[in-house]
Nanobody, 119 residues
Framework: VQLVESGGGLVQPGGSLRLSCAAS????????MSWYQQAPGKERELVAR????????NYADSVKGRFTISRDNAKNMVYLQMNSLKPEDTAVYYC?????????????WGQGTQVTVSS
């Protein structure tokens, strides 16, 4: 059972990155998937969430209109497209799998991927 994030890196302000999270070892479609960010010295915060079968999404106010979360249940993948990046988006980004409504299980975290927005 694991989540593996990839796609982080160094990007200039205004640039874009696409994060990926590969899931394995559990029934992916039964889990709601989320991306969290944790900046140095700060708590981990929710960035975006997408439900399992329905694909309903919600976003933190700070990223609305700039970030898009999506998932491919056939490939057991979740993505975070990040556009118009700002220095304040600099953080480690984590993928979280949480059992969807009506399903039993436990939360699964990935190891994180670093995103740095700087000129």
């Amino acid at each position: 059972v694991q989540l593996v994030e990839s796609g982080g890196g160094l990007v200039q302000p205004g640039g874009s990155l696409r994060l990926s999270c590969a899931a394995s070892g559990f029934t992916f479609s039964r889990y709601d998937m989320s991306w969290y960010q944790q900046a140095p010295g700060k708590e981990r915060e929710l960035v975006a969430r997408i439900t399992g079968p329905g694909g309903e999404t919600n976003y933190a106010d700070s990223v609305k209109g700039r970030f898009t979360i999506s998932r491919d249940n056939a490939k057991n993948m979740v993505y975070l497209q990040m556009n118009s990046l700002k220095p304040e988006d600099t953080a480690v980004y984590y993928c979280l799998a949480k059992p969807g409504t009506g399903w039993r299980g436990y939360d699964i975290w990935g190891q994180g991927t670093q995103v740095t927005v700087s000129s």
